[in-house]
T-cell receptor, first 112, second 112 residues
């Protein structure tokens, strides 16, 4: 059974710092991996999607990497800003029908 | 750009009542997923539809049922509601399976 784990559960950094969020999954047979952002009481906003054949994806200050063989993904946020404060969730698509299996998220606070 | 619309945004019910949650996907999206997110938890997959047919089923109680209609909107029907059903229910849509999922803002269901 696929399990997704995110470390750390919470992170607090000063504004301007570069940071890395970690995601690991137990079964390397995935179709793709997505990173989402969730603000309190809100829906999920898709940040990046990495296909299983890709190593990384970039969007603005965000860079996500995927090492499928070791079951790991990282989300790198450059020059963090207070507006980046949110919960970041990674989710894997184990194949077949596209349903997502989520990690429990990392809650990020960026202090001005 | 049009997003996924969920209604109602908030719903308060009593135990043993029924509830219907609605989801209107992004135009031309043919795939709908339903997720349940309990307080402080990660989203859990409930059920999905592709081209109006059920494509996958997760940890969805027998008291719940869902369908996708000819216009691709979907409804989640919940009966004999229990206190433990209190959660945020998300709908996501995509253009085909294994594509980026776009989430609505969710329906917050509270059972008294």
């Amino acid at each position: 059974k696929q399990e997704v784990t995110q470390i750390p559960a919470a992170l607090s950094v000063p504004e301007g710092e570069n940071l890395v969020l970690n995601c690991s999954f137990t079964d390397s047979a995935i179709y793709n991996l997505q990173w989402f952002r969730q603000d309190p009481g809100k829906g999920l906003t898709s940040l990046l999607l990495i296909q299983s054949s890709q190593r990384e994806q970039t969007s603005g200050r965000l860079n996500a990497s995927l090492d499928k063989s070791s079951g790991r993904s990282t989300l790198y946020i450059a020059a963090s800003q207070p507006g980046d404060s949110a919960t970041y969730l990674c989710a894997v698509d184990p194949g077949n029908t596209g349903k997502l299996i989520f990690g429990q998220g990392t809650t990020l606070q960026v202090k001005p | 750009a049009a997003g996924v619309i969920q209604s109602p945004r908030h719903l308060i019910k009593e135990k043993r009542e029924t509830a219907t949650l609605k989801c209107y996907p992004i135009p031309r999206h043919d795939t709908v997923y339903w997720y349940q997110q309990g307080p402080g938890q990660d989203p859990q997959f409930l059920i999905s539809f592709y081209e109006k047919m059920q494509s996958d089923k997760g940890s969805i109680p027998d008291r719940f049922s869902a369908q996708q209609f000819s216009d691709y909107h979907s409804e989640l029907n919940m009966s004999s509601l229990e206190l433990g059903d209190s959660a945020l229910y998300f709908c996501a849509s995509s253009l085909g399976q294994h594509q980026p999922q776009h989430f609505g803002d969710g329906t917050r269901l509270s059972i008294l």
